[in-house]
Protein backbone atom coordinates (compact mmCIF):
# COMPACT_ATOMS: atom_id res chain seq x y z
CA UNK A 1 0.00 0.00 0.00
CA UNK A 2 1.33 3.37 -1.02
CA UNK A 3 1.55 6.36 1.53
CA UNK A 4 -1.05 8.27 -0.49
CA UNK A 5 -3.52 5.64 -0.19
CA UNK A 6 -3.01 5.51 3.20
CA UNK A 7 -3.47 8.70 4.22
CA UNK A 8 -6.81 8.74 1.99
CA UNK A 9 -8.03 5.82 3.79
CA UNK A 10 -7.02 8.03 7.17
CA UNK A 11 -9.03 11.01 6.62
CA UNK A 12 -11.87 8.82 5.08
CA UNK A 13 -11.82 7.70 8.76
CA UNK A 14 -11.22 10.72 10.01
CA UNK A 15 -14.15 12.56 8.26
CA UNK A 16 -16.57 8.96 9.23
CA UNK A 17 -15.39 9.57 12.82
CA UNK A 18 -16.13 13.48 11.99
CA UNK A 19 -19.94 13.16 11.24
CA UNK A 20 -20.54 10.62 14.03
CA UNK A 21 -19.32 12.90 16.33
CA UNK A 22 -20.97 16.20 15.41
CA UNK A 23 -24.03 13.79 14.87
CA UNK A 24 -23.86 12.14 18.70
CA UNK A 25 -23.15 16.18 19.07
CA UNK A 26 -26.53 17.38 17.56
CA UNK A 27 -28.42 14.18 18.89
CA UNK A 28 -27.58 15.41 22.73
CA UNK A 29 -28.08 18.79 21.71
CA UNK A 30 -31.97 18.46 19.89
CA UNK A 31 -33.44 16.07 22.38
CA UNK A 32 -33.33 18.03 25.32
CA UNK A 33 -34.64 20.65 23.41
CA UNK A 34 -37.30 18.02 21.51
CA UNK A 35 -38.42 16.49 25.03
CA UNK A 36 -38.50 20.40 26.62
CA UNK A 37 -40.65 21.75 24.01
CA UNK A 38 -43.07 18.39 24.07
CA UNK A 39 -43.02 18.78 28.16
CA UNK A 40 -43.87 22.44 28.01
CA UNK A 41 -46.95 21.48 25.71
CA UNK A 42 -47.81 19.00 27.73
CA UNK A 43 -47.70 21.23 30.99
CA UNK A 44 -49.98 24.01 29.26
CA UNK A 45 -52.38 21.19 28.04
CA UNK A 46 -52.46 20.07 32.02
CA UNK A 47 -52.82 23.53 33.15
CA UNK A 48 -56.01 24.90 30.89
CA UNK A 49 -56.95 21.19 32.33
CA UNK A 50 -56.33 22.31 35.38
CA UNK A 51 -58.30 25.80 34.71
CA UNK A 52 -61.49 23.80 33.34
CA UNK A 53 -62.09 21.49 36.34
CA UNK A 54 -61.59 24.95 38.61
CA UNK A 55 -64.12 26.52 36.49
CA UNK A 56 -66.81 23.69 36.63
CA UNK A 57 -66.32 23.57 40.60
CA UNK A 58 -66.93 27.22 40.86
CA UNK A 59 -70.12 26.89 38.66
CA UNK A 60 -71.07 23.54 40.93
CA UNK A 61 -70.44 26.01 44.02
CA UNK A 62 -72.47 28.64 42.60
CA UNK A 63 -75.26 26.46 41.77
CA UNK A 64 -75.02 24.89 45.48
CA UNK A 65 -75.14 28.41 46.58
CA UNK A 66 -77.68 29.47 44.56
CA UNK A 67 -79.85 26.24 45.48
CA UNK A 68 -79.34 27.26 49.48
CA UNK A 69 -80.71 30.27 48.62
CA UNK A 70 -83.74 29.40 47.13
CA UNK A 71 -84.03 26.68 49.90
CA UNK A 72 -84.24 29.02 52.70
CA UNK A 73 -85.79 31.75 50.97
CA UNK A 74 -88.62 28.91 50.51
CA UNK A 75 -88.40 27.91 53.97
CA UNK A 76 -88.66 31.06 55.39
CA UNK A 77 -92.05 31.96 52.41
CA UNK A 78 -93.47 28.19 54.09
CA UNK A 79 -92.63 29.67 57.96
CA UNK A 80 -94.78 32.58 57.00
CA UNK A 81 -97.24 30.85 55.74
CA UNK A 82 -97.78 28.83 58.65
CA UNK A 83 -97.29 31.69 61.20
CA UNK A 84 -100.33 33.29 59.02
CA UNK A 85 -102.47 30.69 59.13
CA UNK A 86 -102.01 29.74 62.79
CA UNK A 87 -103.14 33.50 63.47
CA UNK A 88 -106.15 32.98 60.78
CA UNK A 89 -106.81 29.93 62.86
CA UNK A 90 -106.76 31.67 66.15
CA UNK A 91 -108.93 34.23 65.48
CA UNK A 92 -111.27 32.09 63.79
CA UNK A 93 -111.18 30.12 67.41
CA UNK A 94 -111.49 33.65 69.12
CA UNK A 95 -114.47 34.83 66.80
CA UNK A 96 -115.96 31.50 67.81
CA UNK A 97 -115.39 32.48 71.83
CA UNK A 98 -113.85 28.99 73.13
CA UNK A 99 -112.42 30.92 76.25
CA UNK A 100 -114.32 32.70 78.83
CA UNK A 101 -113.02 34.24 82.05
CA UNK A 102 -116.01 33.15 84.29
CA UNK A 103 -118.72 30.60 84.57
CA UNK A 104 -120.92 34.15 84.57
CA UNK A 105 -120.19 34.18 80.52
CA UNK A 106 -120.71 31.14 79.62
CA UNK A 107 -123.31 29.48 77.33
CA UNK A 108 -125.83 27.05 79.47
CA UNK A 109 -124.77 23.35 78.62
CA UNK A 110 -121.35 23.92 77.84
CA UNK A 111 -118.41 21.40 78.57
CA UNK A 112 -116.33 23.29 81.15
CA UNK A 113 -112.08 22.87 80.58
CA UNK A 114 -110.16 24.32 83.65
CA UNK A 115 -106.64 24.06 82.75
CA UNK A 116 -104.32 24.22 85.75
CA UNK A 117 -100.53 24.24 86.57
CA UNK A 118 -98.73 23.49 89.51
CA UNK A 119 -95.18 23.84 91.33
CA UNK A 120 -94.67 27.35 89.33
CA UNK A 121 -94.11 29.75 88.95
CA UNK A 122 -90.82 28.35 86.97
CA UNK A 123 -88.59 29.49 83.87
CA UNK A 124 -91.21 28.75 81.66
CA UNK A 125 -93.96 30.83 83.45
CA UNK A 126 -93.81 33.47 80.72
CA UNK A 127 -93.50 31.35 77.75
CA UNK A 128 -96.63 29.32 78.87
CA UNK A 129 -98.47 32.92 79.62
CA UNK A 130 -97.18 33.96 75.95
CA UNK A 131 -99.13 30.47 74.75
CA UNK A 132 -102.51 31.09 77.02
CA UNK A 133 -102.64 34.91 75.64
CA UNK A 134 -101.95 33.59 72.22
CA UNK A 135 -105.19 31.75 72.05
CA UNK A 136 -107.07 34.40 74.61
CA UNK A 137 -107.26 31.34 77.21
CA UNK A 138 -107.29 32.20 81.11
CA UNK A 139 -105.65 29.47 83.34
CA UNK A 140 -105.55 28.57 86.86
CA UNK A 141 -101.95 28.57 88.45
CA UNK A 142 -101.60 27.12 92.08
CA UNK A 143 -97.83 28.04 93.11
CA UNK A 144 -95.16 27.38 95.60
CA UNK A 145 -93.02 29.61 97.44
CA UNK A 146 -89.92 28.20 95.26
CA UNK A 147 -89.31 31.28 93.40
CA UNK A 148 -90.27 33.47 95.93
CA UNK A 149 -86.53 35.68 97.13
CA UNK A 150 -85.18 34.66 93.10
CA UNK A 151 -88.16 35.91 90.33
CA UNK A 152 -91.23 37.48 92.91
CA UNK A 153 -92.08 39.11 90.13
CA UNK A 154 -93.31 36.29 88.66
CA UNK A 155 -95.98 35.39 90.88
CA UNK A 156 -97.27 39.03 89.55
CA UNK A 157 -96.71 38.54 85.95
CA UNK A 158 -99.44 35.71 86.46
CA UNK A 159 -102.00 38.15 87.91
CA UNK A 160 -101.17 40.92 85.77
CA UNK A 161 -102.16 39.05 82.72
CA UNK A 162 -105.81 37.78 83.77
CA UNK A 163 -105.38 34.28 85.43
CA UNK A 164 -106.41 32.61 88.55
CA UNK A 165 -103.59 32.43 91.18
CA UNK A 166 -104.02 29.73 93.89
CA UNK A 167 -102.26 28.26 96.62
CA UNK A 168 -100.24 25.08 96.27
CA UNK A 169 -97.17 24.87 98.96
CA UNK A 170 -95.01 27.16 100.83
CA UNK A 171 -92.04 24.58 100.49
CA UNK A 172 -93.66 21.79 98.22
CA UNK A 173 -91.54 19.39 100.76
CA UNK A 174 -94.36 16.73 101.34
CA UNK A 175 -92.42 15.34 104.46
CA UNK A 176 -92.89 19.34 106.42
CA UNK A 177 -96.06 19.98 105.16
CA UNK A 178 -98.06 16.96 106.14
CA UNK A 179 -95.78 16.33 109.16
CA UNK A 180 -98.60 17.34 111.46
CA UNK A 181 -101.49 19.63 111.78
CA UNK A 182 -99.51 22.99 113.06
CA UNK A 183 -97.35 22.52 110.44
CA UNK A 184 -99.79 22.17 107.33
CA UNK A 185 -101.40 25.54 108.89
CA UNK A 186 -98.22 27.80 108.88
CA UNK A 187 -97.09 26.23 105.40
CA UNK A 188 -100.96 27.36 103.69
CA UNK A 189 -100.60 30.55 106.06
CA UNK A 190 -96.93 31.32 104.47
CA UNK A 191 -98.53 31.03 100.77
CA UNK A 192 -101.27 32.86 101.44
CA UNK A 193 -98.89 35.93 102.24
CA UNK A 194 -96.80 35.38 99.76
CA UNK A 195 -99.32 35.75 97.12
CA UNK A 196 -100.50 38.80 99.13
CA UNK A 197 -97.10 40.27 99.27
CA UNK A 198 -96.13 39.47 95.55
CA UNK A 199 -99.51 40.18 93.79
CA UNK A 200 -101.83 41.97 96.03
CA UNK A 201 -104.20 38.95 95.71
CA UNK A 202 -106.13 37.24 98.83
CA UNK A 203 -105.96 33.79 97.58
CA UNK A 204 -108.79 31.42 98.64
CA UNK A 205 -107.90 28.54 95.72
CA UNK A 206 -106.11 25.53 97.21
CA UNK A 207 -104.44 22.35 95.70
CA UNK A 208 -102.80 19.68 97.93
CA UNK A 209 -99.85 18.96 97.39
CA UNK A 210 -100.13 15.22 96.10
CA UNK A 211 -103.97 15.67 96.00
CA UNK A 212 -106.26 15.33 98.49
CA UNK A 213 -105.67 11.33 97.70
CA UNK A 214 -102.07 11.65 98.98
CA UNK A 215 -100.48 8.62 100.67
CA UNK A 216 -98.20 11.11 102.21
CA UNK A 217 -99.47 12.63 105.01
CA UNK A 218 -99.56 11.66 108.57
CA UNK A 219 -102.13 13.82 109.72
CA UNK A 220 -106.19 12.89 108.72
CA UNK A 221 -106.76 14.69 105.48
CA UNK A 222 -110.46 14.95 106.48
CA UNK A 223 -109.46 17.29 109.14
CA UNK A 224 -107.26 19.01 106.82
CA UNK A 225 -110.32 19.79 104.10
CA UNK A 226 -111.83 21.35 107.54
CA UNK A 227 -109.28 23.21 108.26
CA UNK A 228 -108.79 24.74 104.24
CA UNK A 229 -112.72 25.29 104.32
CA UNK A 230 -112.64 26.93 108.01
CA UNK A 231 -110.57 29.70 106.30
CA UNK A 232 -113.13 30.54 103.99
CA UNK A 233 -110.44 28.71 101.44
CA UNK A 234 -111.57 25.87 98.46
CA UNK A 235 -109.00 23.04 97.39
CA UNK A 236 -109.09 21.62 93.63
CA UNK A 237 -108.10 18.46 92.79
CA UNK A 238 -108.23 17.34 89.11
CA UNK A 239 -110.20 14.51 87.37
CA UNK A 240 -107.93 14.57 83.76
CA UNK A 241 -103.98 14.38 84.59
CA UNK A 242 -101.98 15.32 81.90
CA UNK A 243 -99.30 12.69 83.29
CA UNK A 244 -96.42 15.10 83.04
CA UNK A 245 -95.18 14.38 86.22
CA UNK A 246 -94.63 10.81 85.33
CA UNK A 247 -90.99 9.52 85.21
CA UNK A 248 -89.98 9.63 82.57
CA UNK A 249 -91.35 12.80 81.48
CA UNK A 250 -94.17 11.59 78.53
CA UNK A 251 -93.43 12.81 75.22
CA UNK A 252 -95.50 16.47 74.12
CA UNK A 253 -97.86 13.98 72.26
CA UNK A 254 -98.69 11.83 74.91
CA UNK A 255 -99.84 14.49 77.18
CA UNK A 256 -101.31 16.09 74.13
CA UNK A 257 -103.18 12.31 73.77
CA UNK A 258 -104.09 12.02 77.89
CA UNK A 259 -105.27 15.71 78.41
CA UNK A 260 -107.40 15.23 75.06
CA UNK A 261 -108.65 11.93 75.73
CA UNK A 262 -109.72 12.66 79.32
CA UNK A 263 -112.10 15.48 78.34
CA UNK A 264 -114.44 13.40 76.71
CA UNK A 265 -115.43 11.75 79.94
CA UNK A 266 -116.31 14.27 82.14
CA UNK A 267 -118.36 17.78 81.23
CA UNK A 268 -116.57 19.92 84.55
CA UNK A 269 -112.64 18.71 83.68
CA UNK A 270 -110.26 20.20 86.20
CA UNK A 271 -106.94 19.25 83.79
CA UNK A 272 -103.62 18.99 86.16
CA UNK A 273 -100.34 20.08 84.10
CA UNK A 274 -97.26 21.31 85.54
CA UNK A 275 -95.38 24.64 85.50
CA UNK A 276 -91.56 23.13 86.08
CA UNK A 277 -88.23 23.85 85.11
CA UNK A 278 -87.89 20.34 83.92
CA UNK A 279 -91.08 19.99 82.28
CA UNK A 280 -90.63 21.56 79.32
CA UNK A 281 -92.55 18.87 77.31
CA UNK A 282 -95.90 20.63 79.18
CA UNK A 283 -95.04 23.66 77.32
CA UNK A 284 -94.68 22.21 73.84
CA UNK A 285 -98.09 20.54 74.23
CA UNK A 286 -100.00 23.75 75.44
CA UNK A 287 -100.77 24.90 72.10
CA UNK A 288 -102.08 21.56 70.86
CA UNK A 289 -104.08 20.83 73.97
CA UNK A 290 -105.60 24.17 73.54
CA UNK A 291 -106.76 24.36 69.82
CA UNK A 292 -107.73 20.82 70.26
CA UNK A 293 -110.09 21.65 73.11
CA UNK A 294 -111.28 24.86 70.82
CA UNK A 295 -112.00 22.11 68.13
CA UNK A 296 -114.47 20.34 70.49
CA UNK A 297 -118.05 20.47 70.10
CA UNK A 298 -119.86 22.86 72.60
CA UNK A 299 -116.19 23.35 74.68
CA UNK A 300 -115.43 26.89 76.81
CA UNK A 301 -111.93 27.24 78.78
CA UNK A 302 -112.07 28.77 82.34
CA UNK A 303 -110.22 30.02 84.91
CA UNK A 304 -111.10 28.54 88.43
CA UNK A 305 -113.60 31.03 90.46
CA UNK A 306 -115.13 31.39 93.60
CA UNK A 307 -118.42 29.91 91.34
CA UNK A 308 -116.71 26.87 89.62
CA UNK A 309 -117.39 23.54 90.54
CA UNK A 310 -114.99 21.43 92.69
CA UNK A 311 -113.39 18.33 91.87
CA UNK A 312 -112.42 16.02 94.94
CA UNK A 313 -111.04 13.11 94.74
CA UNK A 314 -111.43 12.78 98.43
CA UNK A 315 -113.93 14.99 100.66
CA UNK A 316 -113.52 13.61 104.36
CA UNK A 317 -116.39 11.74 104.37
CA UNK A 318 -114.44 8.20 103.29
CA UNK A 319 -112.10 8.49 106.60
CA UNK A 320 -115.39 7.15 108.89
CA UNK A 321 -115.69 4.08 106.92
ZN1 LIG B 1 -97.01 19.95 93.35
Same mark, same amino acid.
Given at each position: ???????????????????????????????????????????????????????????? %??????? $??? +? #???? =?? @???????????????????????????????????????????????????????????????????????????????????????????????????????? %??????? $??? +? #???? =?? @?????????????????????????????????????????????????????????????????????????????????????????????????????????????????? +????? =????
Amino acid at each position: MSETTLSASRRKRIKRIKIYLITIFVILLITPTVISVYTMNRMSDLNDCVDDLTRQIDQM %ELSYLLK $ETA +H #ESLE =EM @TKEIDENQMAADTQTMQIETKAYESEAECPEGYKKVYLTFDDGPSPYTTEILDILDSYGVKATFFVTGIQKDKHPEWYKEIVDRGHSIGMHSYTHVYKQVYANE %EAFLKDV $EDI +H #ELIK =ET @TGVNATLYRFPGGSSNSVSTVSMGDLFAKIHDQGYEYFDWNISSQDASNPTPSKATITYNVLSGIDKFDNCVVLMHDAADKYATVQALPGIIEGIMKKEKTVILPIGPNTETVW +HLTGD =EEED
